[in-house]
């Protein structure tokens, strides 16, 4: 099993990015997946999950109306589309399938 994201940086403010995550050795479709975040000195937070078919969405109360998850399974891939982007948003983000993690991607809102 392999995660690989992608799409982070740095961003102003108010800014947008799209998080992508590319899915290798399961079978996809058929998995419910999640993103997460840890900001430096802080625990790691659940922020966004997806069903399997991509009907059903769950958030954390602190991105709910920015964020918004989705996925592709012809292309095995999972994205994290962040908008409004605030400071307190900074940090890496990591896509997660079950016991799996992906390497994760730093984000970056500063002016």
């Known amino acids: 099993v392999q995660l690989v994201e992608s799409g982070g940086g740095l961003v102003q403010p108010g800014g947008s990015l799209r998080l992508s995550c590319a899915a290798f050795?399961?079978?996809?479709?058929?998995?419910?997946m999640s993103w997460y975040r840890q900001a430096p000195g802080k625990e790691r937070e659940s922020v966004a999950g997806?069903?399997?078919?991509?009907?059903?969405?769950n958030y954390a109360d602190s991105v709910k109306g920015r964020f918004t998850i989705s996925r592709d399974n012809a292309k095995n891939t999972v994205y994290l589309h962040m908008s409004s982007l605030k400071p307190e948003d900074t940090a890496v983000y990591y896509c997660?399938?079950?016991?799996?993690w992906g390497q994760g991607t730093q984000v970056t809102v500063s002016s």
């Open positions: 997806i069903s399997s078919a991509g009907d059903r969405t």
């Open positions: 997660r399938w079950n016991q799996y």
């Open positions: 050795g399961f079978t996809f479709s058929r998995n419910a």
